[in-house]
Nanobody, 125 residues
Framework: VQLQASGGGLVQAGGSLRLSCAAS????????MGWFRQAPGKEREFVAA????????VYADSVKGRFTMSGDNAVNTVYLQMSSLKPEDTAVYYC???????????????????WGQGTLVTVSS
């Protein structure tokens, strides 16, 4: 499985960006995809995740109401629409994939099996 994240860049506070993550290889049958981020000197943190089966999404409290995650099964791609961006959203954003089902949507990094290379989002004040 390969994950390719894209869409990062420099944006002013209050602006918007849309990240994409395309899955290839043996991605068919994956159950969940997630977005995480890691700011300099900080641990990787959960942002959002989607369950392919029914499109259900979950979000970190810090992004709820500002970020929207969606997916397109036909092209094995997930998106993260980010609005009302804040300087504290500055980080490298990673997408991740988990193939094994579980009761709840996973929100911890070690619950995911495959990772993309990351895309940098910088929000200026």
């Amino acid at each position: 499985v390969q994950l390719q994240a894209s869409g990062g860049g420099l944006v002013q506070a209050g602006g918007s960006l849309r990240l994409s993550c395309a899955a290839s290889g043996r991605a068919f049958g994956s159950y969940y995809m997630g977005w995480f981020r890691q700011a300099p000197g900080k641990e990787r943190e959960f942002v959002a995740a989607i369950r392919w089966r029914d499109g259900r999404t979950v979000y970190a409290d810090s992004v709820k109401g500002r970020f929207t995650m969606s997916g397109d099964n036909a092209v094995n791609t997930v998106y993260l629409q980010m609005s009302s961006l804040k300087p504290e959203d500055t980080a490298v954003y990673y997408c991740a994939l988990r193939r094994v089902p579980r009761i709840t949507i996973p929100t911890m990094p070690d619950e995911y099996d495959y990772w993309g290379q990351g895309t940098l989002v910088t929000v200026s004040s």
